[in-house]
């Protein structure tokens, strides 16, 4: 190697590290704010999925496992089951965004960002770095910058909780067949938006009446039928598919949702909704007052985007998505922030 190439390839290096550091010196607020702007800018058929990542993959989880003493068993405290960390999901975490499919484009302008990052020419705020790679990759994809900005925050996120190191080496695959590739944006908000037809006289039924929830949109088996006003978790379990073989936390023939109590009190049943949420009954006193608990979402709203699948009633169908892992660690994030602002006024 030349003295030359030598030279950039420290400075790569150089400007990777600071670019970790910038990242990790972000407070959850300023990574809350930046969403905020961006999100009006994000193309409506990734505006839900991508505020339903990152409840799915919250940074105040992270940062506790950080600031572990001993990880595991902090994980063991807080009843973490299945996949919470994205260190071995780096490609496939956010695999029902639309903009998924731009990935290996994305994740390389967000490498190739770093990779010039410079912390003395810092030129702008978090969603303004995030913008800007956005606009870099829609460019090289001649796509709408909507379509690939959601998936752009949540390639600085990714950075964010794994490192540059293990984000630069994951593979950078799509992980979708051909056919769902081809889903235009608009052909996935129809979908989202069409009801079942009741038959010829469907006008006439009344509880009866019966309701598709979808819970993977890029795979057309995995969907499941239930009755007018019933629980999605109820529902759930009349699937007898084999579904344990794709998520070990599902029970033997009950369904593709894990559920253990169906009382709201385990929040293993939690669930983000892509489409339809102005179609599922309230939130109830229970469950309002258990998800702050379990560190989901904490929520005036009274249809949320994160609800728990045993107290959510259908009126209508649904797009779903289930959490690759569930956990009741609410107390250990609040505990983790009140040390981290004492820290800070210390």
């Known amino acids: 190697m030349s003295t030359n190439q030598s030279n950039m390839s420290q400075t790569a290096s150089n400007s990777a590290h600071a670019f970790d550091s910038f990242l990790h010196a972000q407070s959850e607020q300023v990574w809350a704010d930046a969403l905020r702007q961006l999100l009006p800018r994000v193309h409506e058929v990734d ?3 991508t505020q339903i990542w990152f409840h799915f993959f919250p940074l105040s989880l992270a940062r506790a496992l950080e600031r572990a003493d001993d990880p595991d068993r902090l994980a063991r405290e807080m009843q973490l089951q299945g996949r919470y960390r994205l260190h071995d999901q780096i490609d496939d975490s956010h695999r029902f965004l639309y903009g998924h499919r731009f990935w290996p484009t994305v994740k390389a302008a967000v490498t ?8 003395k020419e810092v030129p702008c705020s978090l969603a303004e770095q995030i913008g800007q790679v956005a606009r870099e990759a829609a460019q090289r994809l001649r796509v709408e910058e909507s379509l690939v900005l959601g998936i752009t925050a949540v390639a600085f996120m990714t950075v964010r909780q794994v490192g540059l190191e293990l984000f630069r080496r994951a593979p950078g695959k799509i992980m979708l067949s051909e056919q769902a590739r081809k889903r235009t944006p608009d052909e996935v908000l129809r979908a989202r938006a ?16 019966r309701w598709t929830v979808t819970f993977d949109e890029n795979d057309p088996e995995a969907r499941f039928k239930l009755v007018h006003t019933q629980e999605i978790a109820w529902g759930a379990a ?7 073989l794709r ?4 029970v033997e023939g009950e369904g593709p949702i ?26 109830s006193k229970l469950e309002r007052r258990m998800m702050p608990r379990f560190g989901y979402i904490d929520t005036d709203d009274p249809r949320p985007l994160i609800r728990l699948s045993c107290q959510a009633k259908v009126y209508g169908a649904v797009s779903i998505v289930i959490p690759p892992w569930n956990g009741y660690f609410g107390k250990f994030v609040r505990d983790d922030r009140d040390d981290a602002d004492d820290g800070m006024a210390s």
């Not at 998520?247 to 599902?250: A, H, K």
């Not at 894990?258 to 939130?283: D, F, I, N």
């Open 47 to 49: 505006r839900n999925a």
């Open 247 to 250: 998520d070990p936390r599902c």
């Open 194 to 209: 069409r009801d079942d037809r009741q038959g010829l006289l469907g006008f006439l039924r009344t509880e009866d009446k």
């Open 112 to 119: 190739e960002f770093a990779d010039r990052f410079s912390p």
């Open 258 to 283: 894990p559920v253990q109590c169906r009382s709201a009190a385990c929040g293993t049943c939690w669930v983000g909704v892509l489409g339809g949420a102005e179609k599922l009954s309230e939130v």
């Open 238 to 244: 009349l699937d007898k598919r084999p579904w344990h």
